[in-house]
């Protein structure tokens, strides 16, 4: 499984992201434009409902700009660790071929997801700022943290879901029931601030929350989201990515012979 890198490497890994573009969004009408109009409309949607029941989001004055900050870092995780979770299922007519491996297939979903979903961030939420009042002012170098971070915990979570699937194909509908909750828990609609003791302790270990913390500390003067811990999210996601990269190398054949 394990290849230098060189240039057949990542000819391979560009041929897996053309096919990816052009499974995923290229058979569709409007294509790409679904990537951002999905979140635009879920955006308008929670800022359409919740204006009508509150005067003011729960920070700040935009009900866009609040609920942005929160669906968009969800809707970038599970895309990016779906996507990877998925890698060897999707790439399997290709594992024929000596030049593609395992590793190819994930680091090909893996780089497309993060562009994708980061292209679409940045300009929903530029857009948001820079077209309608909401007295943010963006620091560059949190909001690159939150997302590198994001791009670690979405990896790891990912590559290893991708291990267990393909060990335990049971493994995709039980993580698909434990995800579901995860939209309400996750910071979309609150900050973790409002959450009362001791359920405010319980929800701290979902790593969501502190990425959605740094990302709207990120864009709120005065919000410092002291409860986010960059340490504790790098972790997780690095030894997700640790796990699955050793499972791989231990189990890759046979998961690819029950494919």
Not at 232 to 250: D, E, F, K, Q, T
Request: glycine letters at 10%; hydrophobic letters at 55%; charged letters at 10%.
């Amino acid at each position: 499984m394990t290849r230098t890198a060189h240039p057949t490497l990542w000819r391979a890994v560009g041929a897996l992201m053309l096919r990816e573009m052009s499974t995923t969004h290229g058979r569709v009408p409007g294509g790409y434009l679904w990537a951002v109009a999905e979140p635009l409309f879920g955006i308008a949607l929670l800022s359409a409902i919740f204006a009508i029941g509150f005067h003011a989001p729960a920070l700040g004055t935009s009900f866009p700009l609040f609920y942005a900050t929160g669906l968009l870092p969800f809707l970038a995780f599970t895309d990016i660790s779906g996507k990877l979770a998925q890698a060897l299922n999707f790439s399997r007519p290709l594992f024929a071929y000596p030049a593609v491996g395992a590793f190819d297939a994930l680091l090909a979903r893996f780089l497309l997801a993060c562009v994708t979903q980061f292209a679409v961030a940045s300009l929903l939420l530029g857009g948001i700022v820079f077209l309608s009042e909401t007295r943010a002012i963006p620091d560059i170098a949190g909001l690159a943290q939150a997302a590198g971070l994001l791009m670690v915990l979405g990896g790891g979570i990912g590559a290893l879901n991708c291990l267990l699937i393909g060990l335990v194909p049971l493994w995709q509908r039980i993580w698909s029931i434990a995800m579901r909750p995860m939209f309400l828990i996750s910071g979309v609609f609150f900050t973790f601030e409002s959450i009362p003791l001791p359920w405010r302790e319980a929800l701290w270990w979902n790593p969501l929350l502190h990425i959605v913390g740094l990302v709207r500390r990120g864009l709120y003067p005065g919000y410092d989201a002291a409860y986010a811990s960059p340490v504790y999210v790098l972790l997780l996601g690095l030894g997700c990515a640790l796990l699955a990269g050793i499972g791989l190398v231990r189990w890759y054949r046979d998961i690819l012979s029950d494919l």
